[in-house]
């Protein structure tokens, strides 16, 4: 149960610190944050998937060799994360031309970067192991007694944009680390780090990709631009609307999440057997909740932003209902490739993301200008991801 509230806050928590900022008119605060945060998701899925092999060999046989796991995973997923966090944050910064440049800033960046990972590292193996302590505790103080503080900040209007920026960036990490201290032992530290040590130092850094990882990391290496298209086009909207965009996308991830709930989660056993789409949305109300989900959250984008003038709202409200449902086709895309991936057709998987990257790129290359026309392109892909996926599916 405390597991999927702290889920639902941390599906929440960021868009409600960018909601706070864009609220109490913090602008290029919100927007730099909405970059950030999409930045962050792009760069944790696209590091070579260490966990796989380890993570299945480790709930199979019930059998944890840590020194095994810390030099075949942690080891190497640590130094690839701080060199990648680094070439990243420098990358980023060119986009954050609202802040002045500063060393600070940029180790910030840096920093919020390794925390991002950390944390989506320790979720995956409190979701695999079934344990969930300090996980929970880390979830409830990054989201909501975070944005308690941030609210309290915000709403005094004392400070620049600029700080409250960075002040959300390190209380971010902060957070995610400060927790791990209720598992450590104060006397067994010392002993700890030493243990560390010699293990780093009678191991070489490794970073052999088998066939299996490596068919893991190229497919979804080929599924970052499928999955995370909407989020992305979010924020090719004007300066000042790439918070509000941002935040509306995000709202439309509860139709992920309930789709995640309610097939992907406690529906594997169904999706193992290759059950039929049909079959495995029955009785599910999905449809009817994300339709609620669209509708709710276009109208009212419009209410909230009711100066733009009627064109701008129409506009927005056309392009919220196209990446609303291409989402849900998102979602239903990947029950499909599920299913695709249990009869262990990998190459079909990664031909067909092949295909939808193609058309997605030439939609954010040649329609990233007006970001209707953009989300026309965006669901015309994921139309094409769905017919594709579920003909492939179905043939098994």
Known sequence: MWYRVVMLSSLIGRVLTVALLTK????GASGALALLFTTSTLFNNALPPLHKEIYIKAVKNRIYNFREIFINYFYPLFLISIFSSFIVSILIRNFLDQFDSSFLLNLLIFFYLVSEKIFDEFHRYSLTFKKFFPW???G?????VNNLIFFTLIISGRYSEQFIFNFILIMIFISTLSPF????????????LNFYYKLI?????????N??????????????????????????AGSNETSKMYIAVSVFQLITFIIDFQILSNKKAEIIKNKSLKKLLQNSKIFLFSTLIIIFVSLGYAFLNNSAGV???????????????SIMLNSLSLIQEQRIFWAKKYKAIFIEMLIISSLLLFSFVFLRFNT???????????????TISTKIANEY
Do not use: Q
Not at 140 to 144: Q, V
Not at 373 to 386: D, M, V, Y
């Open 136 to 138: 929970n505790i880390i």
């Open 311 to 325: 064109y701008n709202n129409l506009t927005s409200i056309f392009t919220l209902v196209i990446l609303g449902i």
């Open 181 to 192: 201290l209720l598992i450590i032992k104060p006397f067994k530290i010392w002993k700890s």
């Open 211 to 236: 066939k299996g990882l490596l068919k893991a990391w190229l497919i979804s290496l080929s599924m970052l631009l499928p999955t995370y298209s909407e989020r992305i086009a979010s924020l090719t």
């Open 201 to 209: 130092k009678n191991s070489n850094f490794n970073f052999s990709i």
């Open 140 to 144: 409830l103080w990054r989201n909501p």
């Open 372 to 386: 209707l026309i953009l989300s026309i392109g965006i669901i015309s892909a994921n139309i094409a991801r769905f």
């Open 24 to 27: 109490f008119n913090y602008l």
